[in-house]
């Protein structure tokens, strides 16, 4: 039997899954990596690490799965958005990679806004946020001139993995949509906002499809993973275009919510002159002349986990929500909003953080633990009711990630959307949809629509309960007055942050 591999490069650890072609994971494997915080605001990581941290994790799953390298075809790539690798000429890094969750860039991106005004959305497609590339790129121009003088290209996480393995320099168009500085329609670097900026297009590296070949793997690399120098490399995609390909996001309609670290609302989109005037992300999708919408959570699952370590480090996340299913719809006049790490949507605003609002002495950590999940999944509404808005339906929902492992989420996520929730029977987010770029690019199938067919699997659905949803309808409105009545005041507590 052959198989293919999905690498998947997260913040927090790399994740490889060996897949056959019915789409079963016949084994797995996941090595972590340090994430280094220097400074408020700042968050980067080590290019290198992600480099050993993939190098052992395909070595080990060689050797656990015990499978022939000849019968691997190929591998292909998801990985985090939006990290800036800078790299000489020689390929080599010249200053740690500044992070998707970064928020240091505030006046880059209001420079970027008066640079640009209104063209920027309509080439680009989105607004300059903190969290995207083009902003750190003219951090660096302006406070690091001596590392951008010395840099070839820049690249992304997975592109400079892929570099390292394949001495090839490239980056797909759905990751290349995260930069700032992509023509998203016209599918091509756009000088016009290089230009405003000073910085060649030269800087770019060439665009290629997520599915394209883009080499074999370095004999050094092949030694090293216990692969062939034959095994072909696919360029991959985007987490987000990834997670979407894992979950058959490839047609009208189809929708789905990947509640990991972040939370991300993505609908899958066919017109490429759609403008929702940078309310939800446009970004280019892992297959060919497709595109998404996309809302984001910044901090959706990272906000349970934050609170699980700060106030019940010594229960599971299994027997944390044990008792959540007791607590009725509201937590007892509990709301909570997961603005811990500032917000991305609808909301793009780094200094607002987060509240518990309506707190009594009758309240426990049941109803607690409840509202943080109750928080998450009305941010996530918030984009579901901009997708709606622009004139879709949305009926179903396909939910992946952590919020897809606790059946009582799931209901949840029924009742707030008001859609059906789909779980997956192998739910593998971003990594099976590496692996499927992989079969696909590899040949094994005519499309990657007839891939997912061959790979997804639903195993079940929950419905909404109508009394729910009205009582969460009537939760969400006060949700949404929240943002607006605490903005100022956490202006003001900005100061005093450390």
Known sequence: MNYVIGVDLGTSAVKTVLVDPQGKVAFEHSEAYPLSRPQPNWSEQNPEDWVKGTLVSLRRLMEQSGVDPSQVDGLSFSGQMHGLVLVDGEGNVLRPAILWNDTRTTAQCRRIEQTLSGKLIDIARNRALEGFTLPKILWVQENEPEVLAQAHQFLLPKDYVRLRLTGDYAMDYSDAAGTLLLDVAAKEWSAEIAE???LPLSLCPKLVESFDQTGTLLPDIAEATGLLTSTKVFAGGADNACGALGAGILGEGRTMCS?????????YESNKDLNLEGKVHFFNHGEKDAYYIM????AAGHSLTWFKETFAA???FDELLQGVGAVPAGSGGLLFTPYISGERTPHPDANIRGSFIGMDS???LNHFARSVLEGITFSLRESIEIVRDSGKEITEVIAIGGGAKNETWLQMQADIFNASIVKLESEQGPAMGAAMLAAYGSGWFNSLGDCAAAFIRPAEVFQPNAEQVK?????FGIYQEVYGQTRGLNDKLAAYRQ
């Open 362 to 364: 009758g309240h426990t």
């Open 196 to 198: 405003a900026f000073n």
């Open 295 to 298: 809302g984001v959570t910044l």
């Open 259 to 267: 509640i990991g670290t972040s939370g991300v609302v993505l609908s």
């Open 471 to 475: 009582v969460y309808d009537g939760l």
């Open 314 to 316: 010594d229960k599971s």
